[in-house]
């Protein structure tokens, strides 16, 4: 996905917070120097080049930590069916 700029000054669409709040959270360089989120949504390209970080690995980063919570949601849904049918089999023996 190719997020757009923002829409008439500081309203923004739902989109560009989703995606470049996923960026936000997989750059811990942006908190620890003390960017705020809110600043950061105003120009997000030019922040990171500031700080030294290249926008397209952050827009790796940003889907990888998507992706990672894809693969979490996974996991667990597989566990809680592993779980309900090992309860089915010892409910079947005994």
């Known amino acids: 996905m190719r997020a757009e700029r923002p829409v008439k000054g500081l309203i923004f669409a739902d989109e560009w ?4 709040g996923r960026v936000y959270d997989a750059v811990p360089a942006l ?44 996991v667990c849904e597989l566990a809680r069916e592993a779980t309900v049918t090992l309860e089915r089999c010892e409910g079947a023996r005994g």
């Open 31 to 74: 908190r620890s120097r003390g960017v705020l989120f809110e600043t950061f949504l105003i120009a997000p390209r030019e922040v990171l080049a500031a700080l030294g970080q290249p926008v397209c690995i952050a827009h790796v980063r940003g889907d990888l930590v998507v992706a990672a919570g894809r693969l979490e949601r996974a």
């Open 17 to 20: 917070i989703e995606f470049w």
